[in-house]
Structures are given as C-alpha cells and as structure tokens.
C-alpha cells in the first residue's frame, strides 16, 4: 500500500512541474487573474538552461532532505569510487544520463504542443517499460496487455490537434513527446536494477547530480547568447518551484519503485494524462478538444488497465 502511495502522490508533483515548464516556453492565462510567462522559446537549448536551473536549486535542497531520510547516502557515494562498486556506478551514471534526456526532451515538446498532449504522449513509457522488463527483467507481456498497449497507441494519436495530421502543427512536438517517455521508460528499468545496489534516495540524488552536471557541460560548450536580456527574476522564480516539485516527485517515485517494481509504477502513472488536463484547464486554462479529451482518456484507461492482466 505504502509504495501505491508514493507513486500516486508523485504523480501531483510531476503534473505541476509540467505545468510550470509551460509557462515559462509560453504566455499563459494564470488562475483567469493575469497573463504571465513566454520567459523562454522552446528549444533544446533553453531546455538545458532551464534544467540547469532547475537543478541548481533542487540538489542542494534533495541533499539537505536525503541526509536525513538517509543519513548513509554518503557513504553509499564514496562507496563508488571503488573498483567493486563499478556495477553500481555504471548504472548511476546511466540514471543521471537517461534523466537529463528525458527531461530535456519533454520541456521542449510542452513548449511546442499542449500541455496535455504532450504529457500524454509521453505516458506512452508504459509500454516501452514493459518491453524494456521483458527484455531485462524476464517479465514477458501477456497477448492481453499487448492489446492494451496498442490501444495506448490509438489513444496517444487522437491526442495530436488535427491541424497537425495536415502540417499546421508542431510534429517535432509529438515526436520528442514519445521519444522522452522511450528514455523515462528506460530511466526506471536502470531504477529498479539498480535498487540491488543503491538506496532509492542514493540513487535519485546521485541521477539529479548528474542532471546538473550534464546540463551545465551542455551550456559550457552552447552557451546562451543575450543572456542578459532574459527575464531573470521570474525564470528563477518559476525554476525553484519547479525545482522543488521536481525532487519531491523523483524522491516519491523512486522509492514506490522499491516497494512495488518499475512496470506497476508505471501503471499506475496512468492518472497523470487525466489530472494533466484537469490542471492546465484550472491553471492556465488550457483547452483541448473533445477528440484529444477522448484520446487522453482512452489512455488514462489503457495503462490503468494493463497491470490488471498477468
């Protein structure tokens, strides 16, 4: 029960981070009192700007609060450097590398396409998870949750604006959608394998480290022309939200992911399509219609129902 909970809770976290992200790649009508953000044109390269941010402020603080959830994760960092914990390492490493993807995949399709959409896209990992535990894990899909996958692929594509299907839209969008749900999907599989060697909180400190590390290695190399002509203070405002929604989602998840498995997590990841949209609907006031309200439903519904079926 207590690993349901986490993973439910972190759902509302990564529903509001995303949110934020689409204020500040687009101006939003916020709570129907005024217009703000647009701070940022969404681009992979703002995208490292804004995880570099992000994370700024997020590490320290996931620092300060695993040290005393856990008080060995220290130790379990120094523990790395030696050559037996190579294993350990490399999949550290991979988690940060795979959460640096993800993240800087999906901010750039919520600057290009709906929120929403593009999170609902993006909640298509489930089936990548499943494949992924298959191959890895040994956990084959059964001919029913293949059904269901399927039927998580015709939702995703009611989802895309109409306008798109003739060239209107931004496909750059939906396709960055699926490929940072590929690489999340990847992201957890790495998680619970690497939960043989590393506490969960080690593990999804060590992953944001990283993050931070490679965001910054990113900008080094592409730094950011006309920096000073950037809205700073609300870009830092909007940054520590998000960066404070964004541990707090991570923490929850990883640790549901010890208690129940990566494939059941995310299943039950399912909710966040439909919460998706109930939260830029109040927030922003975003709107979608009644075809891609039906797709993001049909996907709700889908991966809802896939850790039913054994």
Known sequence: MLGFILVLLSSVFFCIQNVVVRILFAE?????????????????????????????????????????????????????????ERRALGHAIAGGLLMFTYLALLYVSIGLIATAIALTLFFTFPIFTALLSWRFLGQRPSAIQWGIMACIMVGSAFTIPAEQWTGGGSWAGALLGVASGIAYATYTVNAQKSFDYLHPLTYTWLSFALTLVFSAACLVVWPIEHAQDLAWTPIWLWSLVSGIVTFSGHMLFNSGIKYIGATLAAMLGSANPALTVVLAWVAIRETLATVQLLGVGIVTASVASLGRFK
């Open 28 to 84: 939003q009508m916020l709570l129907g009192v005024g217009v703000t953000g647009g701070f940022l044109t969404p681009t992979l390269h703002n995208s490292f700007l804004l995880l570099l941010l992000r994370m700024v402020l997020a590490v320290p603080l996931m620092g300060l609060l695993t040290t005393r959830l856990h008080p060995a994760i220290w130790r379990d960092v120094k523990k790395l450097t030696h050559p037996r």
